[in-house]
C-alpha cells in the first residue's frame, strides 16, 4: 500500500523556521519525484516545491524561493521541507504528494502568527 505520511507541523512566531518531514513507504521512492503542496483556507491547493528522484532538479513557487528549502534522503524513503524566516501568510495545512501513484499525505498545520 502506498502511503505518504508527513510530520512537523506546529504553531511558530513570524520570522521563524520549521522542519516537515514526510515518510513513504509502499512503492520504489528512489525512483519517483516527490512534492510539498499546501492549501490556506479559503484558497486552492498550490505547489510549493518539487524535487526529481535523485534531487537533480528541484523547484519553487515564487512565494517561497529562498526561504524554503527542499530535500530527500533515499535511504530514509523521506522528502523534508525546511521553512525558514515564515511569514503569516505561509499558514497553510502543507501536504506531501506522489503524481504517478497520485497519492497524499494526510496534511500537517503549520500556523505562523504575526
Known amino acids: 500500500q502506498v502511503q505518504l505520511v508527513e510530520s512537523g507541523g506546529g504553531l511558530v512566531q513570524s520570522g521563524g523556521s520549521l522542519r516537515l518531514s514526510c515518510a513513504a513507504s509502499g512503492f520504489t521512492f528512489s525512483r519517483l519525484a516527490m512534492a510539498w503542496y499546501r492549501q490556506a483556507p479559503g484558497k486552492e491547493r498550490e505547489l510549493v516545491a518539487s524535487i526529481s528522484r535523485q534531487g537533480a532538479s528541484i523547484n519553487y513557487a515564487d512565494s517561497v524561493k529562498g526561504r524554503f528549502t527542499i530535500s530527500r534522503d533515499n535511504a530514509k524513503n523521506t522528502v523534508n521541507l525546511q521553512m525558514n524566516s515564515l511569514k503569516p501568510e505561509d499558514t497553510a495545512v502543507y501536504y506531501c504528494?506522489?503524481?504517478?501513484?497520485?497519492?497524499w499525505g494526510q496534511g500537517t498545520q503549520v500556523t505562523v502568527s504575526s
Open positions: 504528494r506522489q503524481r504517478d501513484y497520485d497519492v
